[in-house]
């Protein structure tokens, strides 16, 4: 069974920085490109970040750009985001999502989230 | 960013109703958009991919189309488990972004 669960969720002040991690099982891992998405409470979703399946091609969405960094540990089949300079308005439930394409494409599994709170 | 319009942001219906959500794309993304469905509380489910191809899995009731700027996700006939929001995404190119998402709510 595929699964992704994220942790590393918390409250954190304006400025702060913040690591999430998505730890993944079921498939191989490093067969599969991978995507943070968040969610605003009570708001849409908002793609942020895309990492290849080998880690060579990452793409950000601009709100992000230059704040969040993602990466990925293969032989612990798990995704990162390191997140600085947090705002309020990153405020959201974060996910990680699988991708079968070598840029950002359709999201097939989800893990259920983590919930980041920036606020002083 | 290619922007997503979805349309309407929520729809009333009846149990056995044909609900069609639509989504825009302000420039062209050929076929390159998915559909998800989200419960509350509930990380989204893929529905469809690449506009028309269903996800294993997924009733055959769901059905998308189009391709361009406009594409339609058709429910035939709803049933009571499909009182969700829906969500369309685009990933064209090197990015994705999502519709502003549509809420089908029961009539």
């Known amino acids: 069974e595929v699964q992704l669960v994220e942790s590393g969720g918390g409250l954190v002040r304006p400025g702060g920085s913040l690591r999430l991690s998505c730890v993944a099982s079921?498939?191989?891992?490093?067969?599969?490109?991978v995507n943070w998405v968040r969610q605003a409470p009570g708001k849409g979703l908002e793609w942020v970040s895309f990492?290849?399946?080998?880690?060579?091609?990452?793409y950000y969405a601009d709100s992000v750009k230059g704040r969040f960094t993602i990466s990925r540990d293969q032989g612990k089949s798990s995704l990162y985001l390191e997140m600085n300079s947090l705002r309020v308005e990153d405020t959201a439930v974060y996910y990680c999502?699988?991708?079968?394409?070598?840029?950002?494409?359709?999201?097939?599994?989800w893990g259920q989230g983590t919930l980041v709170t920036v606020s002083a | 960013d290619i922007q997503m319009t979805q349309s309407p942001s929520t729809l009333s219906a009846s149990v056995g109703d044909r609900v069609i959500i639509t989504c825009r794309a302000r420039?062209?993304?050929?076929?390159?958009l998915a559909w998800y469905q989200q419960k509350p509380g509930k990380a989204p489910k893929l529905l469809i991919y690449?506009?028309?191809n269903l996800e294993n899995g997924v009733p055959s009731r769901f059905s998308g189309s189009g391709s361009g700027t406009e594409f339609t996700l058709t429910i035939s006939s709803l049933q009571p488990e499909d009182f969700a929001t829906y969500y369309c995404?685009?990933?064209?190119?090197?990015?994705?972004?999502f519709g502003g998402g549509t809420k089908v709510e029961i009539k």
């Open positions: 999502a699988r991708d079968w394409g070598s840029a950002p494409s359709s999201l097939d599994y």
């Open positions: 079921g498939f191989t891992f490093s067969s599969y490109s």
């Open positions: 990492i290849s399946s080998d880690g060579h091609s990452i």
């Open positions: 420039q062209t993304i050929n076929s390159w």
């Open positions: 690449k506009a028309s």
């Open positions: 995404q685009q990933y064209s190119g090197y990015s994705s972004s």
